[in-house]
C-alpha cells in the first residue's frame, strides 16, 4: 500500500496569513503514460463531510476560492492557503488514487491564531 | 445538483451483517464510478471500496476484502455495500462518493452526509 503523511500534524495561522501543508506517499503517484499525479486535496469542517478542492495534485474544484493552490509531483506535494480566513479552519487530508487502495494522510488541522 | 443520501447503518453485533444503500441524483448516474469512504469517531478518513461506472471493475482495502462486498444498481441510481463478519473496528461512519470519471482512479468530488455504523456487543 502507499503510505501517505502529512505535515504539521496542526498549524495556527493568523488571519490573512499563509498556510502550508505537505503531504509525502511513499512512492510515486505520478502515471508517465499521462504526465498526471493521482493526488487529490480535501477539506473536512467539523461535523461535516469532505469536501474536494484540489485534484490532480493541481487543479482547483470548481467553486473553490482561488486562495487555495497547491502543487507538486512525484511524492512531494503541497496546499497552500494564501490568506487565511476564518471558514478556512478544518481539517485537510491527502489522497493518492494511483493505486489500490487509494489511501488518506492522516490529516492537517488548521486554526486561527 | 449532485444529491448522495447513504441509509442503511446503525447497530450490528460483531460477526453480523448490515447493508449500506447510497440514492444518487443530479448526475448520470452510470457515467461515474462510487466509492465509500469511512471515518471512525475522530479519526481520519479510510477509503474502503471503489467500483466503476460500468459496474465491471470493484475494488477493496484489504482489511475488508473478503467480507464486504460494493455492488451498484444503475437502472435505481444506487450504490451499495455489503457488510458480513462484522468488527468493532468497522465502527464508523461511512461515506457514499461519487467519482469524478468512469474509473475508479478518481477522486471522489461529492460526498454524501453519511451513515454510521456501530459494531457493538
Known amino acids: 500500500d502507499i503510505v501517505m503523511t502529512q505535515s504539521p500534524d496542526s498549524l495556527a495561522v493568523s488571519l490573512g496569513e499563509r498556510a502550508t501543508i505537505n503531504c509525502k506517499s511513499s512512492q510515486s503517484v505520478l502515471y508517465s503514460s499521462n504526465n498526471k499525479n493521482y493526488l487529490a486535496w480535501y477539506q473536512q469542517k467539523p461535523g461535516q463531510p469532505p469536501k474536494l478542492l484540489i ?22 506535494f503541497t496546499l497552500t492557503i494564501s490568506s487565511l480566513q476564518a471558514e478556512d ?25 | 445538483e449532485v444529491h448522495l443520501v447513504e441509509s442503511g447503518g446503525g447497530l450490528a453485533q460483531p460477526g453480523g451483517s448490515l447493508r449500506l444503500s447510497c440514492a444518487a441524483s443530479g448526475f448520470t448516474f452510470r457515467n461515474y464510478a462510487m466509492t465509500w469512504v469511512r471515518q471512525a469517531p475522530g479519526k481520519g478518513l479510510e477509503w474502503v471500496s471503489g467500483i466503476s461506472g460500468s459496474d465491471d471493475s470493484a475494488f477493496y482495502t484489504n482489511s475488508v476484502r473478503g467480507r464486504f462486498t460494493i455492488s451498484r444498481d444503475n437502472s435505481k441510481n444506487m450504490v451499495y455495500l455489503q457488510m458480513n463478519g462484522l468488527r468493532a473496528d468497522d465502527t464508523a461512519v461511512y461515506y457514499c462518493a461519487k467519482g469524478g470519471d468512469e474509473s475508479c482512479y478518481s477522486r471522489a468530488d461529492y460526498w454524501g452526509q453519511g451513515t454510521l455504523v456501530t459494531v457493538s456487543s
Open chain 1, 55 to 76: 485534484y490532480w495534485a493541481s487543479t482547483r474544484e470548481s467553486g473553490v476560492p482561488d486562495r487555495f493552490s497547491a502543487g507538486g509531483s512525484g511524492t512531494d
Open chain 1, 89 to 113: 479552519v478544518a481539517v485537510y487530508y491527502c489522497q493518492q488514487y494511483y493505486s489500490v487502495p487509494f489511501t488518506f494522510g492522516p490529516g492537517t488541522k488548521v486554526d486561527i491564531k
